[in-house]
């Protein structure tokens, strides 16, 4: 079976447009360091960004291309199908999902969620808290999902309805009679901590990752645990994130 790497990118977001794109740490934007951090990870696998088919996204095409990974334009709105189109595109059986606006993203789990794959043949394979739930479903941001087409294929075909065509592997974690889910366990110092909010939305989202990351990435280790330290040092950080979790509830 192919693996791959597919990223979900847009400019057309609504609460804050273009933000993959804003500058973020000396020069770089959040798509710049997810793809260079994806390909320290995993070198010998096939990255693909799957972007929309509007022309505004057509900098996105050209983003996949200077970086030197592969590109796949479809429906704006029907995530799903553009995914399935993008595995289809390059042969891809088993696929991690990722979403560009987790600037955190812990790509070295990557190869865990393979490895789980190989051992249980899941649908679907993710990090998960105690209580069942995916961490897609909190605020974390710290981690991708594993799905294949033949999944993806067969929500296709029994529902178009606009939330699982939008988020494309809700669906099946939320069936869990019909599809097989496999959650990994997260580190006890992650489990629980809905307080947490790595991902970005809006523009308060996008000034304080960015605020922790140039931190980070100059006066720490680089861990996750260095980064729950970091916005431990400070109430300021943990307020804001705080605040930013309640505007922005799943």
């Keep these: 079976m192919k693996d791959g790497i597919i990223i979900q990118a847009r400019t057309g977001s609504t609460r804050l447009h273009n933000k993959i794109l804003l500058p973020f740490y000396k020069g770089q934007r959040i798509i710049d360091i997810l793809i260079d951090n994806i390909k320290v990870a995993c070198p010998d696998m096939l990255v693909v960004l799957a972007t929309t088919d509007h022309p505004q996204d057509d900098v996105l095409a050209e983003v996949a291309h200077e970086r030197g990974i592969a590109c796949f334009r479809g429906d704006e709105d029907n995530v799903l199908n553009r995914f399935i189109g993008a595995a289809e595109a390059f042969g891809l059986e088993r696929i991690i999902r990722v979403c560009s606006d987790n600037p955190f993203l812990q790509v070295g789990t990557f190869r865990c969620l393979f490895d789980e794959y190989m051992l249980h043949h899941a649908d679907y394979v993710a990090y998960g808290f105690s209580d069942g739930r995916p961490t897609i479903k909190s605020h ?18 029994v529902t178009q309805k606009k939330l699982y065509i939008e988020h494309v592997t809700i669906y099946m974690y939320t069936h869990p ?16 901590r809905f ?6 939305d809006t523009m308060a989202d996008f000034t304080l990752l960015q605020e922790l990351y140039t931190t980070f990435r100059e006066e720490t280790d680089g861990s996750v645990q260095a980064l729950l ?4 040092s400070r109430d300021e950080y943990r307020q804001r994130m705080l605040e930013n979790i309640v505007i922005n509830e799943k």
């Design 195 to 200: 307080d947490l909010r790595f991902t970005l």
């Design 177 to 192: 009679e019909e599809f097989s889910i496999k959650l990994l366990p997260l580190p006890d110092y992650l489990e629980g």
């Design 140 to 157: 974390l941001g710290l981690f991708a999902e594993l799905t294949t087409i033949d999944a993806l294929k067969r929500i296709a075909r």
């Design 229 to 232: 330290r970091l916005v431990e």
